[in-house]
């Protein structure tokens, strides 16, 4: 069983959060925690120039309540949000908090994702523990 479980949360991809929660609460071992997060990406430079405030302070409330609420009131899960690029900030993360499983979600492969490679391919990738992928 698991000690401490990373799940990482595209807000565009909510439909499968219940099922990544529903997999952490099996796999969690007694005492275990769980931790839902999101990557905020950084704006790029040229288009940061253009923007009068500060887009990932403004966000983060948000996406934090939009986690506390995809979390359904657990308060016995935590909630992160942090930026840069998701496959590289999951992965640093989970070996940051000394994370012992990180569960993504991941849609059906296709060419295009093959060559591109996709958010859980990556973290798959760079994670120093183990990667559950729930595919939807």
């Known amino acids: 069983m698991y000690k401490h479980i990373l799940i990482p949360v595209a807000l565009d ?7 990544k929660l529903e997999n952490a ?8 925690k769980i ?7 950084n704006i790029p430079g040229f288009v940061s ?11 983060t409330g948000k996406i934090e309540a939009k986690l506390r609420e995809a979390a359904g009131g657990d308060d016995a899960i935590s909630c992160a949000v942090v930026t840069g690029k998701p496959g ?5 993360y989970a070996e940051e908090k000394g994370i012992d ?5 991941s849609h059906h492969p296709s060419a295009q994702d093959y060559f591109l490679g996709s958010t859980a391919a990556r973290v798959v990738r ?4 183990s990667v559950f992928v729930v595919r939807d």
């Not at 991809?13 to 099922?19: A, G, S, V």
């Not at 760079?126 to 523990?129: D, P, T």
């Open 13 to 19: 991809h909510e439909t499968l959060i219940d099922r």
């Open 25 to 32: 609460r099996h796999l969690l071992g007694d005492g275990g």
């Open 35 to 41: 931790t839902l997060m999101t990557v905020l990406e």
């Open 49 to 59: 120039e253009f923007v009068t405030m500060k887009i990932d302070n403004h966000l």
């Open 88 to 92: 590289v900030q999951i992965a640093q």
């Open 101 to 105: 499983l990180i569960i993504v979600g």
């Open 126 to 129: 760079r994670a120093g523990c």
